[in-house]
């Protein structure tokens, strides 16, 4: 299996804020990489795919960028409805396709 | 509005089959051949799991893991899909979502039921 790790665990950070998360693969994934948001008790909702391209309805201040075994998801400028978890997740193998283990982003 | 909606008992006895149904409602499950529709189930534990996926053509592929215990089904007709996980214990329960897996123009899983809790127990 492809593991995914991501960086940091948790996060806190203000409105306003921009940050950056993480996601390391185990092996080259080129750019079949993928970004979700999670809010508690909702389905994770795709943010990002192919590592740099913005899934529609997604703002702007939301970016990523990457390719090979290094990715990151950038959000510009913080809003509070920006705090949620975030995870990675990879679609090069479906043997099978991977997930991190998750970004918790907190005030 | 392409939505999806689990359904199945939110109990399941230790050795016994965990059967959900996904309800696809907005949108054909058939409408491109690009469209597979998969399962998900996450825990606390070991975060967000690939269980497996279908097409609408009945092809499917599983995780390695779990490919031992789960099959998958698919009603066009109904426009349905379905998930069956066999032998199931303590670390079967999760929350398990449906998801529509869009393959074109790359590869992710763009539409999500709101997941349905299971716990395994007697």
């Known amino acids: 299996d492809i593991q995914m790790t991501q960086s940091p665990s948790s996060l806190s950070a203000s409105v306003g804020d921009r940050v950056t998360i993480t996601c390391r693969a185990s092996?080259?994934?080129?750019?079949?990489l993928n970004w979700y948001q999670q809010k508690p008790g909702k389905a994770p909702k795709l943010l990002i795919y192919?590592?740099?391209t913005l899934q529609g309805g997604v703002p702007s201040r939301f970016s990523g960028s990457g390719s090979g075994t290094e990715f990151t998801l950038m959000i510009s400028s913080l809003q509070p409805d920006d705090f949620a978890s975030y995870y990675c997740?990879?679609?090069?193998?479906?043997?099978?396709?991977?997930f991190g283990q998750g970004t918790k982003l907190e005030i | 509005q392409l939505q999806l909606q689990e359904s199945g008992p939110g109990l399941v006895k230790p050795s016994e089959t965990l059967s959900l149904t996904c309800t696809v409602s907005?949108?054909?499950?058939?409408?491109?051949?690009?469209?597979?529709w998969g399962w998900v189930r996450q825990t606390p534990g070991r975060g967000l799991e690939w269980i497996g996926g279908?097409?609408?053509?009945?092809?499917?592929y599983y995780s390695p893991s779990l490919k031992s215990r789960v099959s998958m089904s698919v009603d066009t007709s109904k426009n349905q899909f379905s998930l069956r996980l066999r032998s199931v214990t303590a670390t079967d329960t999760a929350v398990y979502y449906c998801?529509?897996?869009?393959?074109?123009?790359?590869?992710?899983?763009?539409?999500w039921g709101q997941g349905t809790l299971v716990t395994v127990s007697s």
């Open positions: 998801a529509r897996l869009d393959n074109y123009p790359e590869t992710m899983f763009d539409r």
């Open positions: 907005g949108d054909s499950m058939n409408r491109s051949p690009s469209f597979w």
């Open positions: 279908i097409h609408y053509g009945g092809n499917t």
């Open positions: 092996q080259h994934i080129s750019n079949y």
């Open positions: 192919a590592a740099s």
């Open positions: 997740q990879q679609s090069f193998s479906t043997s099978p396709y991977t």
